[in-house]
């Protein structure tokens, strides 16, 4: 069985962190979110310590997932975030100012409403 992080939040006010993650039991996959972590720690550490559990309560109330899927998606995602890096290395040369993912993300979403 294994747990892969796909994503942390974290709640301040809580003091707690949120993540999603992927439990994987030979060919059945799940994406599942697990609230109220401690915010300090190793969550790695903290969630295979529960495999057993999760992975229980992944198969209740998580959605079933393609791997392939997810992996291309995090391809994606990591192609436009280098992508991103290097125009804003010419953007910076040319005196403008960086654009952030979450810029470049509102920009993209903004032309695929207009296609």
Same mark, same amino acid.
């Given at each position: 069985?294994?747990?892969e992080?796909?994503e #942390?939040r @974290?709640n *301040?006010?809580?003091? @707690?962190?949120h $993540?999603?993650v992927i439990i @994987?039991? !030979?060919?059945n996959?799940y994406?599942?979110?697990? /609230? !109220?972590l401690p915010?300090t720690?190793?969550l790695?550490?903290?969630? =295979? &310590?529960?495999?057993?559990e999760?992975?229980?309560a &992944?198969?209740q /109330? !998580?959605?079933?997932? =393609?791997?392939? *899927? #997810?992996t291309?998606?995090r391809?994606l995602?990591a192609? $436009?975030?280098v @992508?991103? =890096? *290097?125009?804003?290395i010419?953007r910076?040369q &040319?005196?403008? $100012?960086a654009r952030t993912g979450a810029q &470049?993300e509102?920009?993209?979403? $903004? %032309?695929? %409403?207009?296609?």
């Open positions: 069985m294994t747990i992080i796909l #942390i @974290t *301040e006010e809580l003091g @707690t962190r $993540a999603d @994987t039991s !030979g060919l996959s994406l599942f979110g697990i /609230g !109220g915010l720690g190793n790695q550490t903290v969630l =295979d &310590a529960r495999e057993a999760l992975f229980s &992944a198969q /109330g !998580g959605r079933v997932v =393609d791997l392939y *899927e #997810i291309v998606k391809v995602k192609f $436009a975030l @992508t991103l =890096d *290097e125009i804003n010419l910076v &040319a005196g403008l $100012a &470049a509102a920009a993209l979403r $903004a %032309k695929l %409403k207009i296609l």
